[in-house]
């Protein structure tokens, strides 16, 4: 467990949340830098650019990202002269721009960053987990900031006017948060943090079970509603919040693992969505840890969002199962499960969860 334990700070709200940021950037010095892709800046610049001049803070440059977030990228923005005399950044963007802006802050020696989300996919804006892959788009590690970002501005009007297919992956993604912090931490002394993320997860889960399909139809018009608000701090905050309560082991297990399985099938990979393939991991666990009861249950409802149910709805076929199973049983998320993954139990699992379809 990290022997310091900050909750994220957050504003929530429309375009008017930005009129703010001078009560946090004051904080943290005058010249920053932005880090973004090109849409998302696209989006989002005409709205921080003017509250950062009100602010009194200059910009010292905008940097277009795009790719991975990688060892590679992030030490040479680091060597840029504009960041090493930011004294915060600014990560705009979906998880990959905001995991590259907070590792590029550990290259820089811990400075502050402030997170702007743009698609509500992942908790990235919120977590201090930082998901590293590598150039060729291989997963390589997890990192973590020692505090999450000072402070994270959702702005529910873009993010309502994003493509729907990032939050429908995203609310995929949040439910396992649920699952497999419970499975993780089963049997265990659990000190007070993970506790009180695991009386939280719930929250991951069970508002997209009975509102899921109704939040995300109001993306799909663009139009925000209290429903859609509420399951974007789900994704975007809860599952945050969930994850820094967690020591770094306990935050995934079967689901993730999984995801990573069908991952390796280049198509796949390609194609479809992390917190998809994660939702579809989802089932197996359920499948796996025999709880046959939630997958009776959410089943209906990934029928009714557009989840995948079977492997087919991933471009893969059960002659896929040997390659998902072996990837799945080798990585480090199944390590702390209660008992041992094996490739014998998940293709087991994955049988299993194809015979309900």
Excluded at 45 to 50: G, I, K
Excluded at 157 to 174: E, H, R
Excluded at 311 to 335: C, F, N, Q, W, Y
Aim: proline share 4%; charged share 20%; glycine share 8%.
């Amino acid at each position: 467990m990290r022997p310091v334990h900050t909750l994220p700070s957050y504003s929530f709200g429309g375009h008017e949340i930005f009129d703010t940021i001078g009560d946090y950037t004051k904080q943290l010095g005058k010249k920053t830098v932005i880090i973004g892709g090109d849409t998302s800046l696209s989006v989002a610049l005409p709205l921080l650019q003017p509250a950062l001049e009100k602010a009194g803070v200059e910009v010292l440059e905008v940097v277009h990202f795009g790719g991975e977030c990688a060892y590679a990228v992030t030490n040479e923005l680091a060597k840029k002269e504009a960041l090493q005399a930011a004294d915060f950044l600014i990560g705009v963007g979906g998880g990959k721009a905001l995991d590259t802006t907070k590792l590029t802050s550990i290259e820089l020696g811990d400075i502050p960053v402030i997170t702007v989300p743009t698609i509500a996919a992942t908790c990235a804006a919120t977590s201090e987990a930082i998901a590293i892959y590598t150039l060729d788009h291989t997963f390589d590690s997890v990192a973590f900031l020692k505090r999450p970002a000072v402070h994270t501005f959702i702005d529910a009007d873009i993010l309502v006017k994003a493509p729907s297919q990032y939050f429908w992956a995203g609310m995929g993604d949040t439910i396992a948060k649920h699952y497999e912090t419970h499975m993780a931490t089963r049997g265990r002394d659990l000190s007070y943090n993970v506790q009180v993320g695991l009386s939280l997860s719930k929250m991951c889960a069970e508002p997209i079970f009975a509102h899921g399909r109704e939040a995300l139809t109001a993306n799909e018009k663009g139009e925000r509603n209290r429903l859609f608000d509420e399951l974007v701090m789900a994704v975007v905050l809860t599952t945050g919040i969930v994850s820094g309560c967690m020591p770094g082991d306990f935050n995934s297990t079967i689901a993730h693992a999984v995801c990573y399985g069908c991952a390796e099938d280049p198509h796949t990979e390609e194609h479809h969505l992390h917190g998809e393939m994660v939702a579809y991991g989802l089932l197996v666990l359920f499948a796996a840890d025999k709880q046959d009861d939630e997958l009776s249950r959410w089943l209906p409802v990934y029928r009714q969002i557009g989840w995948p149910t079977k492997l087919s709805d991933m471009g893969l076929t059960k002659e896929h199962i040997p390659m998902i199973v072996k990837k799945a049983a080798s990585v480090r998320d199944v390590v702390i499960s209660p008992y041992v993954v094996t490739e014998e139990l998940l293709t087991e699992a994955i049988l299993k969860v194809e015979a309900h379809n």
